[in-house]
């Protein structure tokens, strides 16, 4: 081979790919991955290697362990974080959405696993987003034992990026919290969200801006600051908060608010011939919501389905717990309140329901 078709060959950095940037990426964020680690990951390899490790005779604490996982992403809010140029919350996101799942069966979060697909390694940029993850991993007591970044030029943009996370929690079986255990006369106690957290960003985004044809730099009255601070908001994580319930109060089940809305997730954890329901007057939904369906003139029962309505998360306890309950989310500084309640199915269907009108 000549000299001159050698210095012209293909390489996978003229295809797109940057390694050395990947691996500045890693050095830049190893220090928010060393912020997460808890006891069963310490002094186990490091990032870098494989695969992540984690102690797991740290379960023998356990008569019977059983292990939760559950895997996610943020949906189209990542864009957001693109165009404002804003990284290092994202991750928040993707955390909540992930171990919160976990901790609706009453499972401690243990570990998580991260997935940042890019179109064009900005290191600083990778570093941020991990950043966020990691600081969601302290919030959720979590460990972030590893993860990937993959480099997509030809198929993203070199500005665009997509995140998703695994995560790994445990819970005693005689523990595990759900629909087998909630009864009649129980209490619906609902947990105020951050905002719009992760879910229906696709109509959100469609309202705001090719409707109302706001600006994300556009200073809004009702929010105190900028609608792309309104909307990048990180979703709460309730995980620690969630695990405190399990120790002060008989909690009998949880209900993460996501993608359906309030009644729909609620249902998930409704027993056969039992029905769920929720007085919207116990709350007044965060101005937000009201600007999207004021903006996009969305009938109330497509927000309810598509939007949290500024609850996140529900615990259901029974009604002798509700003050116990109550105190335990105040002392952690979750605002929370009694929502509804249990009721024989009656002529419901088995399931959930908003009644009343919201406060204003």
């Keep these: 081979m000549s000299e001159t078709t050698a210095g012209t060959g293909a390489s996978y950095a003229a295809a797109g790919v940057d390694i050395e940037a990947g691996d500045r990426a890693v050095e830049l964020m190893k220090e928010w991955v060393k912020k997460t680690q808890r006891p069963e ?101 979590c460990a972030l034992v590893g993860g990937e970044t993959a480099e997509h030029p030809g198929l993203l943009g070199p500005d665009d990026f997509d995140v998703a996370g695994a995560g790994t929690g445990v819970v005693e079986a005689d523990r595990v919290l759900g629909s087998d255990r909630i009864r009649k006369g129980d209490a619906v106690i ?73 009644a729909a997730n609620l249902a998930r954890v409704i027993p056969e011939g039992l029905h769920a329901t929720v007085d919207r007057s116990t709350w007044a939904p965060g101005a937000v919501f009201d600007l999207v369906g004021k903006a996009g003139r969305v009938e109330r029962l497509e927000l309810e389905k598509t939007l949290n309505m500024g609850v996140g998360m529900i615990a259901v306890v029974p009604e002798d717990s509700v003050d116990v309950a109550l105190a335990t989310l105040a002392d952690r500084g979750v605002d929370s309140w009694v929502a509804g309640e249990i ?13 009343g009108d919201y406060a204003k």
């Design 41 to 141: 990951v310490a002094g186990l390899g490091g990032l870098g290697g494989f695969a992540g490790l984690f102690d797991a005779s740290a379960l023998k604490r356990f008569e019977r362990p059983l292990l939760a996982s559950a895997t996610d992403g943020v949906g189209t809010k990542v864009d957001l974080a693109r165009q404002l140029g804003v990284y290092d919350t994202i991750g928040h996101d993707l955390v909540a959405m992930v171990m919160d799942d976990i901790v609706v069966c009453g499972a401690e979060p243990l570990f998580m696993t991260d997935y940042i697909c890019v179109g064009k390694v900005h290191p600083e940029r990778v570093a941020a987003i991990v950043k966020g993850i990691a600081e969601g991993c302290v919030l959720a007591g």
């Design 343 to 355: 009721l024989d199915r009656g002529d419901h269907a088995t399931g959930a329901e908003l009644t």
């Design 190 to 262: 609902a947990m105020a969200s951050s905002g719009l957290h992760s879910n229906g960003y696709s109509l959100v985004r469609h309202v705001v801006f090719d409707r109302a044809k706001m600006t994300l730099g556009q200073q809004v009255e009702e929010f105190g600051r900028t609608l792309g601070e309104e909307l990048l908001e990180p979703t709460r994580i309730y995980s620690l908060d969630c695990l405190a319930l399990t120790r002060t109060t008989d909690v009998h089940a949880f209900s993460h608010v996501t993608g359906g809305g309030l």
